[in-house]
């Protein structure tokens, strides 16, 4: 009952764009930094990008700079990752979690995370 769902994944050519969602049921997102994380095959987990409760505050690895953009509507318990210019080594499954009231987007201290959407980049 207390979940996150993503979903928006799929193939996709180098140079194209997707967006993920990330939607909560059972609680509610909107006290709550909310971060995108990706895992590709034989890689640790990263952090990819966070957003504070308000979406006033955004922050972004630097291999996505420039071609991810993170976004939240509370009032639809959802956040969202835009992705451009998707390049090969983004290939990876994309997770969403949610950090504990107060805390940041510390992959260790997340307390709820989605099971992950496959974003493949191939030609």
């Known amino acids: 009952q207390l979940q996150l769902v993503e979903s928006g994944g799929g193939l996709v050519q180098p140079g194209g764009s997707l967006r993920l969602s990330c939607a909560a049921s059972?609680?509610?997102?909107?006290?709550?930094?909310i971060g995108w994380f990706r895992q590709a095959p034989g890689k640790e987990r990263e952090g990819v990008s966070c957003?504070?409760?308000?979406?006033?505050?955004?922050n972004y690895a630097d291999s996505v700079k420039g071609r991810f953009t993170i976004s939240r509507d509370n009032a639809k318990n959802t956040v969202y990752l835009q992705m451009n210019s998707l390049k090969p080594e983004d290939t990876a499954v994309y997770y969403c979690a949610a950090a504990p009231r107060g805390l940041g987007c510390n992959r260790y201290s997340m307390d709820y995370w989605g099971k992950g959407t496959l974003v493949t980049v191939s030609s």
């Open positions: 059972g609680f509610t997102l909107n006290y709550r930094r």
């Open positions: 957003i504070s409760a308000s979406g006033g505050v955004t």
